[in-house]
């Protein structure tokens, strides 16, 4: 799977996973709303700096955010 493939579902999973409207993620992580929409559509990639600001917005550490990941790209 590629790289931006497996953050975007994993995200998408997440979000949903914690009950999070694209609207409410983005207004916990500091982010456009918009912005959150095209990194679940794969059309963005994010920086470290986004990730970190998703992680705990959706409630999971940083590291298990990685960590799920990796395990996606069979890393």
């Not at 979000?15 to 990194?39: C, F, M, N, P, V």
Request: proline share 4%; hydrophobic share 45%; aromatic share 4%.
């Amino acid at each position: 799977m590629k790289h931006r493939a497996a953050f975007s579902e994993l995200l998408r999973e997440l979000r949903l996973h914690a009950a999070l409207s694209q609207e409410a993620l983005a207004e916990k992580a500091g982010l456009h709303r918009t912005y959150i929409s095209q990194l679940e559509r794969g059309i963005k990639s994010p920086t470290l700096d986004v990730i970190a600001a998703l992680a705990p917005a959706l409630e999971v550490p940083l590291k298990a955010f990685l960590t799920q990941l990796s395990r996606r790209l069979g890393s």
